[in-house]
């Protein structure tokens, strides 16, 4: 992976925006922009990986739309995937192939790779995995939060509008979320 691309994909996610029906204007994909100056290449690829994990997540809750991912950034991550799987890159007819077949009247899948998933649905490792990990194990909101801070270098109060998001969505998917003396606990279905 040259490092200039993954530069030029970074700055692209840093950038790309979608229309926010609610708020009826246009919002950044990602909520903090990842380091391009003096950042060393793997950790640049680390916080793309990341942020790309994180986009898939919101693209699978239907947060944000697939479309609003630039094609720079998904061409990018899944060369980063193939590169740690050790698997060639597809030639370009077959890249043409999948194009056609994804044109068809099929239901739109990501062109992201599948990572692990938890019980819950979310992808183990993400700020939403975390969240379900602490829920289960039964943390107080705020005890959340700083954990997740810390552990994504977020901002505490974007984090806590995340925690209380998921715990809505975790909700409305059905789950079982009890909250005593402050402290919230999530059940399998």
Known sequence: MEKAKLIEAVKALNTAVYMDEEKG?????????????AVKEEVL?????????????KIEAEE???EAIPEIAIDTYNAIAEEAEGEEKP?????????????KKEPKKSNLPDRPKDEFGNVKG?????VNEMLVAGNTKEAIAKTLSKDFDRDVKKTMGKVNGHIKYLKEKGYKITEKDGVY????K
């Open 25 to 37: 204007e246009e919002v950044p994909i990602l909520e903090t922009k990842i380091k391009v100056v």
């Open 45 to 57: 690829k680390a916080a793309f990986v990341e942020a790309c994990g994180n986009l898939i997540e």
């Open 64 to 66: 944000i739309p697939e």
């Open 91 to 103: 030639k370009p007819d077959e890249k043409k192939t999948k194009v056609e077949k994804e044109t």
């Open 126 to 130: 993400t700020m939403s995995g975390k």
């Open 185 to 188: 606990k999530l059940f399998k």
